[in-house]
C-alpha cells in the first residue's frame, strides 16, 4: 500500500521558517516524482514544487521560486520542503503527492496518483 506522510506544518510568524517532510512508503516504482502541493480555504489546490527520482530534476512554481527548496534523501524515502521567508499568504495545507510515471522526469502537471493527508502551515502578520 502506498503511503505518505507528511509533517513539520506550524504556526509561524512572517519572516520565518518551516521544514516539512514527506515520507513515502508502499512502492517501488521504476521512476517516480514526489511533489509538493497546497490548499488554501476557498482556493484551489495549487502546485509548489517537484522532484524526480531518477536524476532528482526539480521545478518550481512562480509564487515559492526563490524562497522554497525542495530535497529529497532516498536513504530515508523522505523529500523535504524548506520554506523560508514565509508570509501570511502561504497559510493552507500542505500536500505531498507521487506520480508514477512523471514527464520529463518531474512536472508539476503530471498525474499524480497518491496522496497524503497533509500538514497545516500557518503564517500570523
Known amino acids: 500500500e502506498v503511503q505518505l506522510v507528511e509533517s513539520g506544518g506550524g504556526l509561524v510568524q512572517a519572516g520565518g521558517s518551516l521544514r516539512l517532510s514527506c515520507i513515502a512508503s508502499g512502492f517501488t516504482f521504476d521512476d517516480y516524482a514526489i511533489g509538493w502541493f497546497r490548499q488554501a480555504p476557498g482556493k484551489e489546490r495549487e502546485a509548489l514544487s517537484c522532484?524526480?527520482?531518477?536524476?532528482?530534476?526539480?521545478y518550481y512554481s512562480d509564487s515559492v521560486k526563490g524562497r522554497f527548496t525542495i530535497s529529497s534523501d532516498k536513504g530515508k524515502n523522505t523529500v523535504y520542503l524548506q520554506m523560508n521567508n514565509l508570509i501570511p499568504e502561504d497559510t493552507a495545507n500542505y500536500y505531498c503527492?507521487?506520480?508514477?510515471?512523471?514527464?520529463?522526469?518531474?512536472?508539476?502537471?503530471?498525474?499524480?496518483?497518491?496522496w497524503g493527508q497533509g500538514t497545516q502551515v500557518t503564517v500570523s502578520s
Open positions: 503527492a507521487v506520480d508514477r510515471d512523471p514527464p520529463f522526469g518531474c512536472s508539476l502537471y503530471g498525474v499524480w496518483d497518491y
Open positions: 522532484v524526480g527520482y531518477a536524476d532528482e530534476i526539480t
